[in-house]
């Protein structure tokens, strides 16, 4: 397999051949015209010259026809003649009926097959003064012949035609193209090289890059970074992004073994707890009452487990993106009925106060299980973080393109240096404390809350003060006109 190096410099010489034979064409066709035209001029000239020594004559009152003559060649004045004989090149002067009455010296000197073609190209030769190219076998060259009109002045003449040698036509495109075919190949091997040397030195840094990077996510060594040196300028960019890549994996990495040291931690102490009912149980000497509360209390352990494994699970499969969101249109007034009369419930085992003052009829496109853990959720906490004699309230607000569902609580609040990190998987402000007590939680609720606002294209947002208590605020979005809004990320 041919390399990149090698690819990529092919592909350039290949375009630089392209580019330079279009060129050395449109040159080569230029020059060939330009020299035509030279030697049109050049041919013109003549003809004017010939054209003038003959009007000259006229003018001066000297006889141009000898009509006394029968030879063609003689019918113009030996006077005439001997100054048209003094112009170079090819000069024939032709009469009204299409006779050449005069031939210059280079004409007379062709050989028969040429004199037949110049005598029948003649014939066709435009009086518009367009050029007219043909070959001369025998001399082997190319003539140009131009048509000169004399307008029947003096009477009898109609034109003269006059040529000259065209070889140079095709002589001076071809010096030019041996140069070029001598100088392009140069400089497209001398491009080439500098390609090929250039690439190597691009595929070098490249190759150190991709070394370095490997070596960085070999896994133990994510705190490294790529480092810019002049070297890898050009990829300044690429190694940016890089860099920010291993930041993201990095961060990932540390998140995940957070996340298994949390939860195998949140785990080890039902274990323990587990273990020890059952072996108070199992004691030979307990008695059954007391057998049967270390059963009930091991009971309550398994429940918890099985509480944070389903948690557990729900983060997963959302962060694998494989839990879905079955949204349909959901009445949020009846939902948030059935939330308040459960808080009802919790609060007044509680001892708090649950109020729902204020509710709005507003239709979401929701997943409706989902929507009900995440306001119990906020709910459960408002009154759970709420000492007896507090109060929690509820309520629906609707707005332009939004609804919102809010639990204030006038609880223990959160403290500003706690607050940035509630809504992170296994944080609980007071982690001793929360364990022990009976409202311990594992600190997941919010985090899972926070997904399924985000789910539903909202947001879970919170404000809160310590020891004046919190306001927890979701977010839905919907159509402007009340209609349920589709546009929410499945
Ligand atoms: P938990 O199961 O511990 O309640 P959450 O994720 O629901 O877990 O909450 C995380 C932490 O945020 C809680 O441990 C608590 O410290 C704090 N918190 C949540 N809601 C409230 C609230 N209404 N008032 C005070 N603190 C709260």
Redo the contacts with the bound molecule.
């Keep these: 397999m041919l390399s990149t190096r090698v690819k990529l410099t092919a592909a350039f010489v290949a375009g630089l051949i392209a580019v330079t034979a279009t060129l050395v064409l449109a040159v080569l066709t230029a020059r060939n015209n330009a020299v035509y035209h030279d030697i049109a001029l050049y041919a013109a000239a003549q003809g004017d010259l010939a054209a003038r020594v003959i009007t000259d004559a006229a003018k001066a009152g000297d006889s141009v026809l000898a009509t006394s003559d029968t030879a063609l060649i003689q019918r113009l004045s030996p006077k005439v003649v001997s100054r048209l004989q003094s112009l170079p090149g090819y000069i024939v002067v032709v009469d009204t009926a299409g006779r050449a009455v005069y031939r210059s010296n280079d004409v007379m000197a062709l050989q028969g097959s040429d004199m037949a073609t110049l005598q029948s190209q003649l014939a066709d030769l435009p009086n518009s003064g367009e050029a007219l190219i043909f070959n001369l076998d025998s001399r082997q060259e190319r003539v140009l012949f131009v048509s000169h009109s004399l307008g029947g002045n003096p009477p009898r003449l109609s034109r003269i035609a006059s040529g000259a040698l065209a070889t140079r036509a095709t002589t001076v495109p071809r010096e030019y193209l041996l140069d070029a075919l001598i100088i392009v190949p140069l400089i497209i091997g001398v491009a080439g090289i500098a390609a090929f040397l250039f690439l190597g030195r691009t595929q070098r840094q490249l190759n150190e890059i991709t070394t370095e990077v490997a070596a960085i996510t070999d896994g133990r060594s994510l705190h490294r970074r790529l480092a810019l040196s002049e070297e890898t300028t050009d990829f300044a960019d690429l190694m940016t992004t890089l860099n920010a890549m291993i930041s993201r994996l990095e961060m990932s990495f540390a998140g995940l073994r957070r996340f298994t040291a949390d939860a195998s931690h949140e785990l080890k102490t039902p274990l323990a707890v587990l273990r020890a009912d059952v072996e108070r149980a199992m004691m030979e000497t307990s008695s059954q009452n007391e057998r049967m509360i270390a059963l009930e209390e091991a009971l309550q352990e398994v429940r918890r487990m099985s509480d944070l494994v389903e948690s557990l699970l729900t983060l997963a499969r959302a962060d694998e993106g494989r839990l879905d969101i079955h949204k349909e249109p959901v009445e949020l007034q009846p939902l948030v009925q059935e939330v308040y009369e459960t808080a009802l419930i919790l609060g007044e085992a509680q001892g708090v106060t649950v109020n729902l003052p204020f509710t709005a009829d507003v239709v979401v496109m929701a997943d409706r299980t989902r929507l009900r853990q995440l306001f119990l959720?906020l709910v459960t906490?408002?009154i759970?973080?709420t000492p007896a004699g507090g109060k929690v309230e509820l309520g629906v607000g609707r707005h332009p393109g939004n609804v919102t569902f809010a639990v204030r609580?006038t609880?223990?609040?959160?403290s500003a240096a706690?607050f940035p990190h509630?809504f992170e998987r296994f944080?609980?402000?007071?982690r001793v404390r929360?364990r022990m007590s009976e409202r311990?939680?594992?600190?997941?609720?919010?985090?899972i809350?926070q997904w399924i606002a985000q789910a539903h294209g909202g947001t879970l947002t919170a404000s809160?003060r310590l020891g004046r208590g919190?306001l927890?605020t979701v977010t839905l979005p919907i159509e402007s006109d009340g209609q349920p809004s589709d546009n929410a990320a499945r």
């Design positions: 959720n906490n408002a759970k973080y609580d609880g223990i609040g959160i706690d509630i944080w609980r402000a007071d929360s311990g939680g594992f600190g997941l609720g919010l985090a809350s809160s919190s927890f």
